[in-house]
């Protein structure tokens, strides 16, 4: 069992900046690949950027490439999202997740979730 708590979500500026971070407890953190989704209200669940286990490979959706960076501390068993020239559609309520699985774009690659940071971003 791994237990993912968020954090770092607020409001912003559109152009302003957040940094997230989900910190894990439990199983072994670095044998999990991990994810960011986002979900704004009335909309589905989306990807939004991944990392294997090892942090030798990174994936990104395209509405936020160049904008945002994933990253992992294994030793720390975090991982972050640094979100740089937020918009206002990038609002939305932000998860983590851990799994296996070898797809990282999906959500049911997943095992574990955490409860999500709202990100809302002014224009």
């Known amino acids: 069992q791994v237990q993912l708590v968020e954090s770092g979500g607020g409001l912003v500026q559109a152009g302003g900046s957040l940094r997230l971070s989900c910190a894990a407890s439990?199983?072994?953190?670095?044998?999990?690949?991990m994810g960011w989704f986002r979900q704004a209200p009335g909309k589905e669940r989306e990807f939004v950027a991944a990392?294997?286990?090892?942090?030798?490979?990174?994936f990104y959706a395209g509405s936020v490439k160049g904008r945002f960076t994933i990253s992992r501390d294994n030793a720390k068993d975090t991982v972050y999202l640094e979100m740089n020239s937020l918009q206002p559609g990038d609002t939305a309520l932000y998860y983590c997740?851990?799994?296996?699985?070898?797809?990282?774009?999906?959500?049911?690659?997943?095992?574990?979730w955490g409860q999500g940071t709202q990100v809302t971003v002014s224009s």
């Open positions: 997740a851990a799994g296996g699985d070898f797809v990282l774009a999906i959500p049911s690659a997943y095992d574990y």
């Open positions: 990392i294997r286990s090892s942090g030798g490979s990174t």
């Open positions: 439990g199983r072994t953190f670095s044998t999990y690949n």
